[in-house]
């Protein structure tokens, strides 16, 4: 049996549970569905309730936000499929052999990636740097993923044994918007577990406008400054597997991080508003990031963290 786990956050997620469940019912295999809400605003608790009535669905209200990695440990831990399937909660299923795609696959590998895919370009202009960040750095075909798999696992769509999770779990330290993931992977490549990539995608719908992205961009980069400083023996695998630590360990061997640290504080506020722009760019997007990460570096990871809160 196959578990398909989805941590629900503000997001109504009726069209993604009756799609998985007519998918199951037409290829005949067995699953279970299971809904936690992670504190929800109590309009989409009152819609997504109301699936707990159906047949092999449970639903589950969390009294208080309890963050990204628990919800999804504690969603292991309730599942009673030797395969657990997780998908996040703003994810739409557009093929109708989604899930035959992923029962086709089993066996191949412990952990199977499906990918990601996105809409045409939106038509709101505050969405545009999210929509283009993720055609641009997420969406990538099978083959692309396999080349380095471990550096590409995503946690938004893949299927893993129940084995294989609970070997790993996901890094309850890690607090807010961001590395979960990461740091998931890295696990995964240090166990030797084996992964595979196929293109099996789910359809994120879920575009934040470029100011609630880039906040969440920046709690990203401040997980990062912390694992960095508690976790010293991740720091090796974490500037080999992540793409702006890769570019900042450069700069900063050959003397740059003051000049980043000036760009964060004098320009800062012209860099945000040209990524909230018709035309953002990623290279500026990038220069943003490595711009926070040179400033939370500057006096010691986590001193720096203080003066930025």
Same mark, same amino acid.
């Given at each position: 049996?196959?578990?398909?786990?989805?941590?629900?956050?503000?997001?109504?997620?009726?069209?993604?549970?009756?799609?998985?469940?007519?998918?199951?019912?037409?290829?005949?295999?067995?699953?279970?569905?299971?809904? $936690?809400?992670? +504190?929800?605003l109590?309009? $989409?608790?009152?819609?997504?309730?109301?699936l707990?009535?159906?047949k @092999?669905?449970?639903?589950?209200?969390?009294? $208080?936000?309890?963050?990204?990695?628990?919800?999804?440990?504690?969603?292991?831990?309730?599942?009673?499929?030797?395969?657990?399937? $997780?998908?996040?909660?703003?994810?739409?299923?557009?093929?109708? @052999?989604?899930?035959?795609?992923?029962?086709?696959?089993?066996?191949? %590998?412990?952990?199977?990636?499906?990918?990601?895919? =996105?809409?045409?370009?939106?038509?709101r202009?505050?969405?545009?740097?999210?929509?283009?960040?993720?055609?641009?750095?997420?969406?990538?075909?099978?083959?692309?993923?396999?080349?380095?798999? =471990?550096?590409?696992?995503?946690?938004? @769509?893949?299927?893993?044994?129940?084995?294989?999770?609970?070997?790993?779990?996901?890094?309850?330290?890690?607090?807010?918007?961001?590395?979960?993931?990461?740091?998931?992977?890295?696990?995964?490549?240090?166990?030797?577990?084996?992964?595979? +990539?196929?293109? @099996?995608?789910?359809?994120?719908?879920?575009?934040?406008?470029?100011?609630?992205f880039?906040?969440?961009?920046?709690?990203?980069?401040?997980?990062?400054?912390?694992?960095? +400083?508690?976790?010293?023996?991740?720091?090796?695998?974490?500037?080999?597997?992540?793409?702006?630590?890769?570019?900042?360990k450069?700069?900063?061997?050959?003397?740059?991080?003051?000049? !980043?640290? *000036?760009?964060?504080?004098?320009?800062n506020?012209?860099?945000?508003?040209?990524?909230?722009s018709?035309?953002?760019?990623?290279?500026?997007?990038?220069? =943003?990031?490595?711009?926070?990460? %040179?400033?939370? =570096?500057?006096?010691? *990871?986590?001193?720096? !963290?203080?003066?930025?809160?």
């Amino acid at each position: 049996m196959i578990s398909i786990c989805i941590p629900v956050y503000n997001f109504d997620v009726t069209e993604l549970t009756n799609s998985l469940l007519e998918q199951a019912d037409k290829i005949g295999y067995p699953i279970e569905i299971l809904l $936690f809400d992670d +504190h929800s605003l109590s309009y $989409f608790k009152k819609i997504n309730a109301q699936l707990n009535s159906k047949k @092999n669905v449970n639903y589950l209200e969390f009294d $208080f936000n309890i963050g990204r990695s628990k919800i999804r440990n504690r969603l292991a831990d309730f599942a009673s499929g030797n395969w657990l399937l $997780f998908l996040d909660c703003d994810m739409v299923i557009d093929d109708p @052999n989604f899930l035959k795609g992923y029962v086709d696959s089993l066996n191949k %590998a412990q952990v199977i990636c499906g990918g990601i895919k =996105y809409s045409k370009k939106p038509i709101r202009e505050e969405l545009i740097l999210r929509w283009k960040y993720g055609v641009s750095r997420e969406c990538k075909k099978a083959i692309l993923r396999q080349l380095s798999p =471990y550096n590409s696992f995503m946690s938004g @769509n893949f299927l893993i044994t129940s084995e294989a999770f609970h070997s790993i779990r996901f890094n309850e330290e890690i607090s807010g918007y961001g590395h979960e993931d990461t740091v998931f992977g890295i696990n995964l490549k240090r166990r030797k577990v084996p992964i595979l +990539h196929i293109d @099996n995608p789910s359809f994120h719908l879920g575009l934040e406008p470029c100011f609630d992205f880039l906040q969440k961009s920046e709690q990203s980069v401040i997980n990062l400054s912390k694992l960095m +400083h508690n976790a010293p023996d991740l720091r090796k695998d974490l500037e080999r597997s992540v793409r702006v630590l890769k570019v900042f360990k450069i700069l900063r061997l050959l003397g740059l991080t003051m000049p !980043l640290r *000036w760009v964060f504080r004098v320009i800062n506020p012209f860099i945000r508003r040209s990524l909230c722009s018709k035309h953002p760019s990623l290279l500026m997007f990038d220069v =943003y990031k490595l711009a926070l990460l %040179a400033k939370l =570096y500057s006096k010691g *990871w986590m001193s720096s !963290l203080t003066k930025y809160f």
